[in-house]
């Protein structure tokens, strides 16, 4: 591929392999292990990301779209892909045809199943809703659809699944999580006789499995998103020792242009930033169209010669400038240097998380992760 313009996202599959391979070595017993690749594998490049996934072994893969299940099974990802989002009839035609596995939370999507099924039986995953009050059964309709399955077996219940809304307090034994838990389990007892698996596990759940030490006799699935790119929630409340993870994704750029602007001059629009004193103002062709939040304007960092550098002036569309002026005090820099907007350099001795720059925003990693958008070209790294 072509960069004309040398603004990329550089997808280190080295460090995705490092933190799938430490879930799998901390949860041998789970049956169940689905990265979740929805919303372009959080930013990172669904096929990519999917592709490496599928080598690695993992039993399933986790979408929220039909439109994104269709799109990876037909870059030829083999591993069976699981639609997390509802459907309808045409929705259900759709999923029966290429064999992906429906998350299903309403009666009218069992409907439009059976009502579709030609001949052999599929498998389907009961979502029931614990606690998060969006999408699933509730747990007291649990009887009349396992009556429902009983009699026909055509959808074949392989798995129950809820989702933990605060697994941030997993550690707390009389806290949400532990209380959902306790209602997806009264579900499958009701369900035994099917034996499904229980998938409930979400990043927060998994780490706060882990923290609980009952990581290696967890029957529980698990569901791993922000945890296999390569971060944690923050809001993990805990003086243990977390998951030693590697962040999978850095947003790379050059130094374009390089300007040395006198004292009293502004920068960028309405020159919000005016310098203090001579200063060096180094020009990166990345902007808020790539997703780098305008709300960055003068209180973000890039690292540029392994060094943090404040961006300064409000964030264009297609650039933003960063004042060079302390690196130049001791380094020299030039045009075509490396300037990385969050990510770690090649030997991975300084790093600017994506979840550092979350909190300058006063927002998520997720969203920071989400946001790089389809004009930066997802490179892949193996270092």
């Excluded at 490092?18 to 594998?41: E, R, Y």
């Excluded at 994104?68 to 759709?94: C, M, Q, S």
């Excluded at 290429?98 to 939370?105: E, M, Q, R, W």
């Excluded at 922000?226 to 977390?242: A, F, K, V, W």
């Amino acid at each position: 591929m072509n960069l004309f313009r040398k603004t990329f996202a550089e997808i280190n599959l080295s460090s995705l392999k490092h933190n799938v391979d430490w879930i799998k070595t901390h949860f041998p017993q789970s049956p169940f292990l689905c990265p979740m690749v929805k919303g372009n594998a959080y930013g990172h490049g669904d096929i990519i990301i999917a592709k490496a996934l599928s080598e690695m072994n993992v039993s399933h893969l986790g979408v929220c779209l039909i439109e994104e299940a269709l799109w990876i099974k037909n870059a030829g990802v083999k591993t069976p892909l699981v639609v997390f989002r509802g459907f309808d009839n045409e929705g259900a035609k759709e999923i029966i045809r290429n064999g992906f596995i429906p998350i299903v939370s309403q009666w009218e999507q069992i409907e439009y199943l059976e009502k579709n099924i030609k001949e052999a039986a599929i498998p389907i995953h009961l979502k029931f809703d614990t606690g998060m009050n969006r999408l699933g059964f509730n747990v007291k309709e649990a009887d009349k659809l396992f009556e429902r399955f009983w009699k026909h077996p055509k959808l074949r219940v392989k798995a129950l699944v809820t989702h933990l809304y605060q697994g941030e307090d997993f550690l707390i034994s009389e806290g949400h999580s532990q209380r959902q838990l306790q209602k997806i389990n009264q579900v499958a007892s009701q369900f035994s006789s099917l034996k499904p698996i229980v998938h409930t596990l979400n990043s927060a759940g998994i780490v706060g499995s882990f923290l609980q030490k009952k990581h290696l006799q967890t029957q529980y699935g698990l569901r791993p998103g922000l945890l296999i790119y390569g971060y944690q929630s923050p809001m993990l409340n805990t003086n243990d020792p977390l998951p030693s993870l590697k962040p999978v994704m850095s947003i790379k750029s050059i130094v374009s242009d390089i300007r040395h602007i006198s004292k009293g001059v502004g920068v960028s629009y309405s020159h919000t930033w005016i310098a203090k004193r001579d200063s060096v103002i180094a020009i990166i062709p990345i902007g808020y169209a790539d997703g780098i939040h305008r709300q960055l304007s003068n209180k973000g960092e890039v690292i540029i010669r392994n060094k943090k550098a404040p961006i300064v002036g409000s964030i264009c569309m297609d650039y933003l400038m960063v004042d060079l002026t302390e690196i130049m005090s001791e380094v020299e820099i030039t045009k075509n240097e490396e300037v990385i907007l969050f990510g770690s350099n090649k030997d991975q001795s300084l790093l600017l998380g994506a979840d550092e720059v979350a909190d300058k925003l006063q927002t998520i990693t997720w969203e920071v992760l989400t946001s790089i958008g389809v004009r930066v070209p997802r490179v892949i790294s193996n270092l």
